[in-house]
């Protein structure tokens, strides 16, 4: 059962748009949303979070929009650049409970940032 | 200073063996994870640690055993290896009660 569903796959933008990521979450328990960045070789590395008590959260170029009634929420890349170019991978979770600190994955987005 | 390592980064074996991934962390973090990533690049725990005690155990096969010495290491031992056991091994930790997740650079895993 695929828990937390990601799209679209792969991307494609060109230096300075706006590259747009979407996920959606089915279990309304999970109350922690982090959003992944995964270079070749490398392993993730956290981008931004967000809890569902805020909408929105925005961190340099990086904004998460989260909409708690719809179950969904999406990163925003602003004034995309070459060097962002990665998989992004959003996640959920729950505090406490046997499924403490357990991160369920969406399945990932190779974004890629043309010059 | 690596705050999660990972050895080794490559390890191509053949059908049948056993072998063990090592993990280490110096973040002063209680809590530990196993996770796997597959060829197309999803990633799905396996295990965590808290403290040293286990406390997620997904639906991995009772091949793979983790263990923690201590708070600061979790080493995976695999038995009768697999083809499909071929994937990349990555570590985690964080600290309790937070979710911030810490990622060590990954162990991609070959079984020939």
């Known amino acids: 059962q695929q828990q937390v569903k990601q799209s679209p796959q792969s991307l494609i933008v060109q230096k300075g748009g706006i590259s747009i990521i979407n996920c959606a979450y089915e279990?309304?328990?999970?109350?922690?949303f982090p959003w992944y960045q995964q270079f070749p070789g490398k392993g993730p590395a956290l981008l931004i979070a967000?809890?569902?008590?805020?909408s929105e959260k925005k961190e340099g170029r990086f904004t998460i929009s989260f909409n708690k009634s719809a179950k969904q929420f999406s990163l925003h890349i602003m004034d995309s650049q070459p060097g962002d170019s990665a998989t992004y991978f959003c996640?959920?979770?729950?505090?406490?409970?046997?499924?403490?600190?357990?991160?369920?994955f969406g399945q990932g987005t190779i974004l890629t940032v043309h010059p | 200073d690596t705050a999660v390592s990972q050895t080794p980064k490559y390890l191509v074996t053949q059908m049948g063996n056993d072998k063990s991934i090592k993990c280490e962390q110096n973040?002063?973090?209680?809590?530990m994870y196993w996770y796997k990533q597959d060829s197309k690049k999803f990633l799905k725990i396996m295990f965590s640690?808290?403290?040293?005690?286990?406390?997620i155990n997904e639906t991995v096969p009772n091949r793979f055993s983790p263990k923690s010495p201590d708070k600061a290491h979790l080493n995976l031992h695999i038995n009768s290896l697999e083809l499909g056991d071929s994937a990349v091994y990555f570590c985690?930790?964080?600290?309790?009660?937070?979710?911030?997740?810490?990622f060590g650079p990954g162990t991609r895993l070959t079984v020939l």
């Open positions: 985690a930790s964080s600290r309790a009660l937070k979710n911030t997740q810490y």
């Open positions: 279990n309304t328990a999970f109350d922690y």
């Open positions: 967000i809890r569902p008590d805020v």
């Open positions: 996640a959920a979770s729950k505090d406490g409970g046997t499924s403490y600190g357990k991160l369920t």
């Open positions: 973040l002063g973090h209680d809590t």
């Open positions: 640690y808290n403290n040293k005690e286990l406390i």
